[in-house]
Structure formats: structure tokens, C-alpha cells
């Protein structure tokens, strides 16, 4: 079944087209992974399926329900939720604020409730609390739950964005190169999370550069190039795909190409 | 949940809720307000607590919105003046009891916050500052030329606040109502820090895209903490009105503004405690100033500029660090 | 009418000079610090104090004039030694609270030195109004604006062809490089200031013989050149040029036809317009975070 439909997307800035025509299916439960070299708008298009940057056309929907144009939190609202390249963690507050921050559309906020501190808010809170620590447990951040953010190290702190995001109780979660600058084993882990919340029934779409986490983990992988798709399919399709090659590692000339076919034969 | 060793014979769960800004610092505020009165020699001292208490007040709704939620304001003392004004007014000109003619100016205010702040927190950053700034300044020159309603620069006569027929005047009892009302305060500003619309707050923050990626719809929230910064001056500055009988547009300046924002950075930002330090600090020190009389602001300018380098990030913070890495 | 008019662009433009001056003090200690400079305003009046007093003391104008500008620049170096560069690693806020605590002990120091009263340059070529097409133009307000451009020429020449002026705007574009080129980023943080100083006393000492200066002098006009840099865009030197003369200008044509009481008020319900309809200004940069 479908979850995000997206048909027709385009990105420009200005004279730069970094999203052009784009169309996606995004199957519920699945993983899938969005790939393509620098450039080719991969964060361009998750910050619009987050609703960050507005398409300049197209249409996303969501289970059918029309999104592009709304604001950011309304995307939220409906259950998309994100990671992002660059953190944005809230160094201000502990890993276990950060978390609980993420629940904000489970809780309740009247303004009053808050200043007073009613039993309802304690509640609320206790309940909020209960949910992050759970989830700080999930992605192996347990027993940094006080620790302020700005204390904490850059792999935790890429879990700790996916703890956050998962506070939503998103229907789709889009991580955006959830790898990026870890090590081998680390990056093991973050596969490992995924593969737990893809069998979870979370359906997830990747930004990577990771190929092996990549490979891994993906039912499906979509490959963009200058902002449009080159291909899509299975890991096993796309990675024997001409033009994916082509579009990593360019074209080899064709007197290399000669001498290499010589040295194969 | 911040918690700081205690070397107290309690046992921990009562420990650990002394501990917490909340209960234990509240109720730490709360002994120095009552025994207060037992250090302060005569009237003039009252007046000057009062004035500490009432300065806190403002400087812990601001707080709110230039540490907690990371905005800036400017023009503060547009709000504070325009409470004392509308309460003056209203009491003056139209007859309306006091006990009924300060929430209404805090009303009044709290509505016109409402109605500018919305475009106004579009902005972000300088362009914020200065819309602030902007709008301060109007209203502090609005006052001055609109004489007829308002007096004009040299200001206009306020009623006393009057409570079951008796006029309620005297630095004593004045002291016990701002005191009373500056530990509420506090306790409101710590209970709203430590629930989703404080956690909201700090999240736009800390990083505004990420909050609206989590459901945070970021331009209410700023909105509800300006107004409610805004009643919180306007409350304020209507006690002080009716405290000291007069009101002059010099409430309202730029340098009013400016004197508020110092308060808040210089006691520490996100920190409750640290914008009451603020205003006790910057109340104070002026008025051990005037003995200078010609060097004051001389001395007042440069006695910030030596803070702000020696302690950049703030008072409170900075000697919370010094004694041992207790989380802000 | 058409006199009346142009009495008021003329007037307009001879204030709207001056606000260019201080939004270009502005826009180039932000270019070099990120930071708002509050004493601004404090400059031009230190400037045009000084040159009151000297003059009155019976110092030769053009030798008062030198002098006077010179006593604001080597203030403004010895405080961005003495306050600026100790903090300069610490957040724009705390900046900003030093320029406004920098602020207030100049406005305490003037006021010590010369009290609260008034004073009044003499006029740089006589007092006799010129008449142009039914209205009066003074002739200071020429001198005003001729004195404004070659002040701002002069900082185009030295932005544009020398090496010391290439260093500071490359420190605006981007510090990090700038240090990495060799260029002396703390350097251009004290010439930033001596230069910001330089430009407000100028202005300071060429209003002087119009509008009156006292030792609070500089805080309207710290305010009106604030708001007229963030008109023209923040960081931007034509914008800061253009903000002060459109400022200068709708405040004159404002105050003519349509409320003298509220001429301070309208250079900030333009501002408020402009930031609520064009936040980056008219020449600012119009930005998307990258995420």
C-alpha cells in the first residue's frame, strides 16, 4: 500500500533547478533508500517531504491527503518525521528533553496547565518521560538521559536525533544520512536500528552515502542525478544500472575503455 | 532533572526535591522574602526591595522570551509604561477601581502584544531587534505628545490601589505584595519551563527547523511568551504606578528597555533565578551610585562593560560553572 | 507648495546625510564584528562637542574641526582595546550590552566634561541662507552633503584600492578565511572602530552648526542610523548610504506635511513597515537557511 505519493516535484532557486519533475512511491513498511551523487538534491527533496522548503510544483500526499505547501509542523502532524544531515539537536537542553521535546504533539498545552502545574500536566509529564526514556533505551543512549546535549558525542548525538524523531510516532521517517561521519562500527549500529525499525512495521526512507549500509538494509532505492531520477528498483537492479555507474563514476573514456577491455580479455 | 549534592542529613527523596530549582529554590526566595524586613534599616530600603521585586518581575517574563525562547525585545519598557498608563487612565479618567483597572491594562496590553507581535516575530535576529526597538520607541513618544490623555513629558498623577476601602499605601505593605507576587512569578516561570509549552520554547531555540519538523507550530509559541512577557511588564509597571502615585514617560524609553535587557543578560539567560539577580543587581547599583552623583553613569557604563567581559556568559551561569558543573 | 516641498527634500536630505554617515559607522563595525555598536551615536557626539568647545575656545575651525575628529577616533581605539577586543569571541548579546555599557559611560564622561547644556559650531562659510526657487537652503546643509560624499568616497577608494581596506572587507565576507589568508582579524576589529568613529564625528562636527549638540545628542541620532543601515540591509555600505537618505528624507517630508510632534516617531514607523513588508532591507541579501 502506498503511504507518500509524490508526482511532479520540483525545486528551484532562483535560476537553479536542484529538483526537477520528480515522481515517488513510498510503500508502507518498506525501506526505502534515496541515492545519488553530491548535488544530486537528495536533501533538497527531504527537506520538501518535511515540508522545510516549499516545492516550487508537484504534489506530496500522504495516504492521499495533499500536504505540499503547508507548513513544516502540519507535515509533522501527519506523521512524517526527520533526521537531519547537519544536527539539529537541541544543544540547550539533556538527551532526555530533547526526546521529550518530540512527544509535543502527544501532549496536551494549555498555557494554564503549564503555569500551575496541574495534576493533569504531572501526569502528562510522567507519561512524556516514560516514552523518552523507552526510546533513549531503543537507540543505546540509556543512562544518558541527564546528560546535556552539547556534552554528548556525535554518534550518540545522530541517535539521538532518530530517538527524537521517533517521539512523533511517525508513519514515514526520513533520515538524512543517519551515517554520515560515523565509523564502521558505529554505522553498524545505526544499520542495525534501522533493520530493527523497518521490522517494526516504520516505514523508513534513507539518504545515504553508505552504499554497504545502503545495500544492506533497502527493499527499495531510488537514484537521483541532477535533480532528476535516473532509475529506481531493487539493490540488485540499481547496482548494476549503466547509468548509475556512469552517474558515480563517469563515463571512462573510450581509448581507456579499449585498453581495459584489452587487459580483461 | 538538575540535581545538586546536598550535605543534608535528609533522606534522598526529600533531598532530591530540595534540590530542584522549582521547590527548593522557590522556597529559598520565598524565607529571603519574608526575612528580608529584618535586614532592611528604613523606608528607603523598602523602596528600593520593592523596586528590586517589581524589576524581577519584568526581567522573568523577559527572560522567557530572550533566553528561553531565544527571541529579542528592545522595547519592553513601551510595554511596562503602557500598563502603568492604562491603569492610571482607566482609574482617573473613567473611575475604575484599581483592583479592577490593573488586569484590565494588563489585558489592554496583553491584546495590543497580541495583535503587533504577530507580524513582528516574523523577524528574527537584528531585523527583530530593531522592530522592537521600533516599536518601544513609538509608543514612548506616543505617550509624550498625546499630553492630553496622558499628561505629557511631565507625566500624571495615579490613584492608590484601594482594597476593601483602604487605600493600600506604605512601603511595609507595598513590600509584602510585590514580594509575594515576585515568588509566584518565579514559581509560574519555573512550572512553564519544565512542561511541553517550555520545552516548545526552548526547542525553537535551540533549533528552530527541528522544532517545526516535531509538530511545533513555532510562530504561536513565540507569540504566547511575547504577550505573556508583555502582561508581565505591563502588570509591573502598573503597581509601580500606583506604588509611587505618578507615572513620567521616562518609563517607556529606549534606555528603560535597555536597562531591562541588561538585567536579564547580565543575571544569566534561560535562567529563572539569574533574572532576579539581574534586577536586584542593576536595581541596586545605581542607587549605591547616586552617592557619585556626577560620575554615575559614567561609573554605571563602566562597571558593565567590566561585567559583561569578565562573566560573557552572565552572572548566574557563570558562578554556577565556577561551582562545579551544576546543569543550568 | 513646490517651495515648500523643497525646502523639506532639502532639509531631509541634509539630516538623511548624516544618518548615511552613522549607518555606515554601523555596517562597518557589524561587517567586522557581527556585533551592533551602540556608541555610535556617542561618536558623532564626541565629535561635534569637541569642535564646539575648541571652537569656542578660540582654536582656528579647521584646526578644531581635525582635532575634533581625532579625540573620537583615539576614544573609540582605546575603548575597542580597552572593551571590545577582550570580548570579541563572546556572543553578539554580550557585544552588544558592552557598546551599550561603552555607550553610556562616553554619555557619562560628556556630561561631566560639558554638562548638560548646549552648544553650537559656528557655521563652516556664514549664516546667510541661500535662496533656491522659493525656498532657503542653508548653506552648512551644503557642506553637509558635499562633506557626506566625500566621506563616502573616500571609503569607497579605500575599500576598493588599497590593501588594508580589501582586508577588512574580506574579513566581512567570511573571518575564518580572511584569517586563514594572513589578514590580521583583530586589526580589523580596531581600524573597524576607528574608522566607525571617523565617519560619526565627521557627521557630528557637519551637523553641529545646524542642529544643536549636547552631551545626549547621540542617542536619537545612534538609533535613526541604526534603523537606517537595517533599511538599506544590514551590512550593506550602499544600502547604508541609500537607507540614511531615504530616512532622512521621508522623516523631512513627514514632519513637514504631516506631524511635526511625531518627527522623532516616524523614522521608526518607516522602519517598522520596511521590516514587516522587506526584512532584509532594501539592498540586504534575501536568504534561505541551509539545512
Avoid at chain 3, 555599557?101 to 561631566?112: D, E, I, P
Amino acid at each position: 500500500m502506498t503511504l507518500l505519493a509524490v508526482q511532479g516535484l520540483s525545486k528551484s532557486f532562483g535560476g537553479l533547478k536542484a529538483i526537477d519533475g520528480v515522481d515517488l512511491r513510498f510503500e508502507q513498511g518498506s525501506v526505502h533508500s534515496i541515492i545519488g551523487p553530491n548535488g544530486a538534491g537528495k536533501t533538497s527533496l527531504i527537506n520538501m517531504l518535511s515540508g522545510i522548503y516549499r516545492p516550487s510544483a508537484g504534489s506530496i500526499a500522504l495516504e492521499g491527503r495533499e500536504l505540499a505547501g503547508q507548513p513544516a509542523h502540519r507535515f509533522a502532524a501527519a506523521g512524517i518525521a526527520r533526521t537531519f544531515q547537519n544536527l539539529q539537536v537541541f544543544f540547550n537542553m539533556t538527551a532526555l528533553e530533547n526526546v521529550m521535546t518530540g512527544r509535543h504533539l502527544r501532549e496536551r498545552h494549555s498555557l494554564a496547565a503549564a503555569l500551575l502545574r496541574t495534576p493533569a500536566l504531572q501526569r502528562g509529564e510522567a507519561e512524556s518521560r516514560r516514552c523518552a526514556r523507552e526510546l533513549l533505551r531503543l537507540v543505546g543512549l540509556c543512562g544518558q538521559e541527564d546528560t546535556r546535549a552539547d556534552a554528548m558525542p556525535y554518534g550518540a548525538l545522530k541517535r539521538l536525533e532518530i530517538a527524537r524523531a521517533l517521539a512523533t510516532e511517525p508513519r514515514l521517517l526520513l533520515l538524512d544520512e543517519p551515517a554520515a561521519g560515523l565509523n564502521a562500527t558505529e554505522a553498524r549500529e545505526i544499520d542495525t536500528l534501522i533493520q530493527r525499525l523497518a521490522q517494526g512495521g516504520t516505514t523508513i526512507v534513507l539518504v545515504e552515502h553508505n552504499m554497504a549500509l545502503v545495500m544492506e538494509v533497502s527493499d527499495h532505492i531510488v537514484v537521483l542525478d541532477h535533480g532528476r531520477k535516473l532509475t529506481e528498483g531493487t539493490p540488485e537492479e540499481v547496482s548494476s544500472h549503466p547509468g548509475v555507474i556512469e552517474a558515480y563514476l563517469g563515463a571512462a573514456e573510450p581509448a581507456l575503455q579499449d585498453q581495459a577491455e584489452a587487459a580483461h580479455a | 532533572m538538575p540535581a545538586a549534592a546536598t550535605v543534608s542529613e535528609a533522606p534522598a527523596p526529600a533531598r532530591a526535591w530540595l534540590a530542584r530549582p522549582r521547590s527548593g529554590g522557590t522556597l529559598l526566595l520565598a524565607a529571603l522574602v519574608a526575612l528580608a524586613p529584618l535586614a532592611l534599616p528604613n523606608n528607603y530600603a523598602y523602596e528600593i526591595a520593592i523596586q528590586v521585586a517589581l524589576n524581577a518581575v519584568v526581567c522573568i517574563g523577559l527572560n522567557l522570551l530572550i533566553g528561553y525562547a531565544g527571541q529579542i525585545s528592545l522595547g519592553h519598557a513601551g510595554f511596562f509604561a503602557l500598563g502603568g498608563y492604562a491603569s492610571a487612565i482607566l482609574a482617573s479618567r473613567y473611575g475604575v477601581p484599581v483592583w479592577l483597572s490593573l488586569p484590565g491594562a494588563c489585558a489592554v496590553v496583553g491584546l495590543l502584544a497580541w495583535l503587533l507581535g504577530r507580524p513582528t516575530l516574523r523577524l528574527k535576529g537584528h531585523p527583530l531587534a530593531m522592530a522592537t526597538l521600533g516599536l518601544g520607541v513609538i509608543i514612548s513618544i506616543a505617550i509624550t505628545t498625546e499630553d492630553r490623555w496622558t499628561g505629557g513629558p511631565d507625566g500624571m498623577q495615579v490613584p492608590p490601589l484601594v482594597l476593601f476601602g483602604l487605600a493600600v499605601q506604605g512601603e511595609q505593605v507595598w513590600y509584602w505584595i510585590t514580594g509575594a507576587l515576585l515568588v509566584a512569578t518565579v514559581w509560574l516561570a519555573l512550572n512553564l519551563i519544565d512542561s511541553p509549552n517550555g520545552r516548545a520554547l526552548r526547542a525553537l531555540h535551540g533549533s528552530e527547523v527541528a522544532a517545526q519538523t516535531l509538530g511545533i507550530d513555532c510562530a504561536r509559541f513565540k507569540l504566547q511568551v511575547f504577550t505573556l512577557s508583555a502582561m508581565l511588564a505591563a502588570l509591573a509597571g502598573a503597581l509601580t504606578a500606583h506604588y509611587a502615585g505618578f507615572i513620567t514617560p521616562a518609563k517607556a524609553t529606549f534606555l528603560h528597555s535597555v536597562e531591562l535587557v541588561i538585567m536579564v543578560v547580565f543575571g544569566g539567560m534561560a535562567s529563572v533565578f539569574g533574572a532576579v539577580v539581574g534586577a536586584a543587581v542593576m536595581t541596586v547599583l545605581p542607587q549605591l551610585l547616586t552617592a557619585l552623583k556626577d560620575y554615575e553613569m559614567m561609573v554605571f557604563g563602566a562597571v558593565l562593560v567590566a561585567t559583561m567581559v569578565l562573566f560573557p556568559q552572565g552572572l548566574v551561569p557563570t558562578l554556577a560553572r565556577w561551582w562545579g558543573g551544576r546543569p543550568q | 507648495m513646490g517651495a515648500a516641498w523643497l525646502q523639506f527634500v532639502a532639509s531631509g536630505l541634509t539630516t538623511g546625510a548624516i544618518y548615511a554617515l552613522v549607518a555606515l559607522g554601523f555596517t562597518i563595525v557589524f561587517n567586522a564584528s557581527g556585533a551592533i555598536n551602540f556608541a555610535q551615536g556617542e561618536f558623532v557626539m564626541v565629535g561635534g562637542m569637541s569642535a564646539a568647545t575648541l571652537a569656542a575656545a578660540g582654536v582656528p575651525l579647521p584646526l578644531a574641526i581635525l582635532l575634533a575628529v581625532a579625540v573620537a577616533v583615539i576614544v573609540a581605539l582605546v575603548i575597542e582595546r580597552v572593551a571590545i577586543a577582550p570580548a570579541r569571541h563572546a556572543g553578539t548579546v554580550t557585544l552588544i550590552i558592552i557598546t551599550i555599557g561603552v555607550s553610556l559611560f562616553l554619555r557619562g564622561l560628556a556630561q561631566l566634561v560639558w554638562g548638560k547644556g548646549v552648544f553650537r559650531l559656528p557655521a563652516f562659510s556664514g549664516e546667510e541662507p541661500i535662496a533656491i526657487a522659493g525656498a532657503t537652503l542653508l548653506p552648512q546643509s551644503l557642506w553637509v552633503l558635499g562633506g557626506a560624499t566625500v566621506a563616502v568616497l573616500a571609503l569607497r577608494y579605500f575599500y576598493g584600492r588599497t590593501l588594508a581596506g580589501k582586508a577588512m572587507l574580506a574579513t566581512a565576507f567570511n573571518r575564518l578565511a580572511a584569517q586563514l589568508v594572513g589578514i590580521n582579524t583583530r586589526a580589523v576589529l580596531f581600524a573597524s572602530f576607528g574608522l566607525a568613529a571617523l565617519l560619526g564625528a565627521v557627521g557630528g562636527v557637519l551637523i553641529a552648526p545646524i542642529a544643536f549638540t549636547s552631551y545626549d545628542a547621540g542617542i536619537m541620532l545612534g538609533l535613526k542610523g541604526f534603523a537606517a543601515a537595517m533599511l538599506g540591509g544590514l551590512g550593506s555600505f550602499p544600502g547604508a548610504v541609500l537607507g540614511g537618505l531615504v530616512l532622512g528624507l521621508l522623516e523631512g517630508l513627514g514632519a513637514g506635511f504631516v506631524s511635526s510632534a511625531y518627527k522623532d516617531a516616524i523614522a521608526f514607523v518607516v522602519i517598522l513597515a520596511v521590516l514587516f513588508f522587506l526584512p532584509g532591507g532594501f539592498l540586504g541579501a534575501r536568504s534561505s537557511d541551509r539545512v
